[in-house]
């Protein structure tokens, strides 16, 4: 009798734990502890999140304004706007943030950096590909608070909140020092998690993190179904219909990746080709077998454009039976047979295996020509 007393008191106790994940009375959270420290040096985690608004705010502006989208090059890192020099510490975060950010950005070393503030001074060189980046950081600060829900009786329902703060002033300049780009960056990446303390052990009720990629995990209903599943939001906190198993990467996180790696294959192939080595060139195409090589670098040109530019036919034959976009334009209008006929010695093979792609011969580029507008300055036929 004992035993089934206790049996019926835990399975009332497990429907109460797995109602109440979902289903509780309105909370009243008191404050148990509440810090804020201000920090020798910035952390990660902020860094991160400033230079995430950094590159999105700054791609943006280039693109409005029709100005190329160039890595960066660090010039200079300093403490605050009167310009002090940063430690070691602040110098590793910013770093390890900056390479999260930006996988083509150039840091020089600790001891490299500038110690005076008058950077037009310096003979710092920059090439044309890269843009100048000058740094002023300041106001770091960590803040922790501890709650507890006082309307939980038999368990606890705790909250921690981790906010981490700093401002990060930026100026960007391209290789004249001319300005492009200043602005500050004032951010306070949140996390915040609550985990369900029982006497049988402790439960992550809600995890939500609040920056540039925001995200909030929790246990609930969705729809009319009464049943409790896993709810990941990734904006606006809108309940999605079914937990994910990358439950911790948004749709958002997921194409930036993507992204990045398209462009980091698009990179290596471009110097593989620009190598000229057909096997460097089928190493590197093997290395990256979900990527379609059809993103545009800095320069406004994928792979197949540098491939026809190269002048092989075994070259550009390669690259197409990757099954790329052979009607990409590059930033000028130009698609690949504009580009074939703009070469000094114009290869026909290649003509022909464009041709033959698809490629249209009618399409205009920037100035209104087209590649039979060129094939005929030339006195080349397109008839193939």
Same mark, same amino acid.
């Given at each position: 009798?004992?035993?089934?007393?206790?049996?019926?008191?835990?399975?009332?106790?497990?429907?109460?734990?797995?109602?109440?994940?979902?289903?509780?009375?309105?909370?009243?959270?008191?404050?148990?502890?509440?810090?804020?420290?201000?920090?020798?040096?910035?952390?990660?985690?902020?860094?991160?999140?400033?230079?995430?608004?950094?590159?999105?705010?700054?791609?943006?502006?280039?693109?409005?304004?029709?100005?190329?989208?160039?890595?960066?090059?660090?010039?200079?890192i300093f403490w605050g706007k009167e310009s002090k020099a940063v430690n070691?510490?602040?110098?590793? /975060?910013?770093?390890?943030?900056?390479?999260?950010?930006? /996988?083509?950005?150039?840091?020089?070393?600790?001891?490299?950096?500038?110690?005076?503030?008058?950077?037009?001074?310096?003979?710092?060189?920059?090439?044309?590909?890269?843009?100048?980046?000058?740094?002023?950081?300041?106001?770091?600060?960590?803040?922790?608070?501890?709650?507890?829900?006082?309307?939980?009786?038999?368990?606890?329902?705790?909250?921690?909140?981790?906010?981490?703060?700093?401002?990060?002033?930026?100026?960007?300049?391209?290789?004249?020092?001319?300005?492009?780009?200043?602005?500050?960056?004032?951010?306070?990446?949140?996390?915040?998690?609550?985990?369900?303390?029982?006497?049988?052990?402790?439960?992550?009720?809600?995890?939500?993190?609040?920056?540039?990629?925001?995200?909030?995990?929790?246990?609930?209903?969705?729809?009319?179904?009464?049943?409790?599943?896993?709810?990941?939001?990734t904006s606006y906190y809108a309940p999605a219909d079914y937990p994910s198993l990358e439950i911790?990467?948004?749709?958002?996180?997921?194409?930036?990746?993507?992204?990045?790696?398209?462009?980091?294959?698009?990179?290596?192939?471009?110097?593989?080709?620009? /190598?000229?080595?057909?096997?460097?060139?089928?190493?590197?195409?093997?290395?990256?077998?979900?990527? /379609?090589?059809?993103?545009?670098?800095?320069?406004?040109?994928?792979?197949?454009?540098?491939?026809?530019?190269?002048?092989?036919?075994?070259?550009?034959?390669?690259?197409?039976?990757?099954?790329?976009?052979?009607?990409?334009?590059?930033?000028?209008?130009?698609?690949?047979?504009?580009?074939?006929?703009?070469?000094?010695?114009?290869?026909?093979?290649?003509?022909?295996?464009?041709?033959?792609?698809?490629?249209?011969?009618?399409?205009?580029?920037?100035?209104?020509?087209?590649?039979?507008?060129?094939?005929?300055?030339?006195?080349?036929?397109?008839?193939?």
């Amino acid at each position: 009798m004992r035993r089934c007393f206790i049996i019926a008191c835990l399975f009332f106790f497990f429907a109460e734990i797995e109602s109440l994940a979902c289903v509780m009375v309105p909370s009243v959270w008191k404050t148990l502890d509440s810090s804020t420290e201000e920090l020798q040096s910035p952390t990660v985690y902020a860094m991160t999140e400033a230079f995430m608004q950094l590159r999105k705010k700054f791609s943006t502006e280039m693109k409005v304004c029709n100005i190329p989208v160039k890595p960066f090059s660090v010039r200079s890192i300093f403490w605050g706007k009167e310009s002090k020099a940063v430690n070691q510490e602040t110098y590793s /975060s910013i770093k390890e943030a900056l390479e999260m950010v930006f /996988s083509d950005v150039l840091i020089p070393e600790f001891n490299k950096l500038p110690n005076e503030n008058d950077i037009s001074s310096q003979q710092t060189k920059v090439s044309d590909k890269h843009y100048f980046l000058d740094l002023y950081v300041s106001d770091p600060k960590k803040t922790c608070v501890h709650m507890i829900d006082l309307n939980m009786q038999i368990w606890a329902l705790l909250r921690l909140v981790i906010r981490d703060e700093a401002s990060v002033y930026v100026r960007v300049s391209d290789s004249n020092n001319n300005p492009l780009f200043i602005d500050e960056f004032e951010v306070s990446p949140t996390i915040v998690i609550e985990p369900l303390i029982t006497p049988i052990g402790g439960f992550l009720e809600t995890v939500e993190k609040n920056n540039s990629l925001p995200i909030h995990v929790d246990w609930g209903s969705v729809g009319d179904s009464k049943e409790h599943v896993m709810r990941v939001n990734t904006s606006y906190y809108a309940p999605a219909d079914y937990p994910s198993l990358e439950i911790f990467k948004s749709d958002l996180v997921k194409s930036l990746e993507k992204e990045e790696k398209d462009k980091d294959a698009c990179n290596q192939l471009v110097f593989a080709i620009q /190598s000229g080595d057909i096997s460097l060139v089928e190493v590197t195409l093997d290395t990256y077998p979900e990527s /379609s090589f059809n993103t545009l670098n800095d320069e406004g040109k994928a792979p197949i454009h540098y491939a026809v530019m190269s002048g092989s036919d075994e070259l550009v034959k390669k690259i197409l039976e990757r099954k790329v976009n052979p009607s990409l334009t590059d930033k000028l209008g130009n698609n690949v047979l504009h580009l074939t006929l703009m070469s000094e010695k114009v290869s026909l093979p290649i003509c022909e295996l464009l041709v033959k792609s698809g490629v249209d011969i009618k399409a205009k580029n920037n100035e209104g020509k087209t590649p039979l507008d060129l094939a005929a300055q030339k006195g080349i036929s397109l008839d193939f």
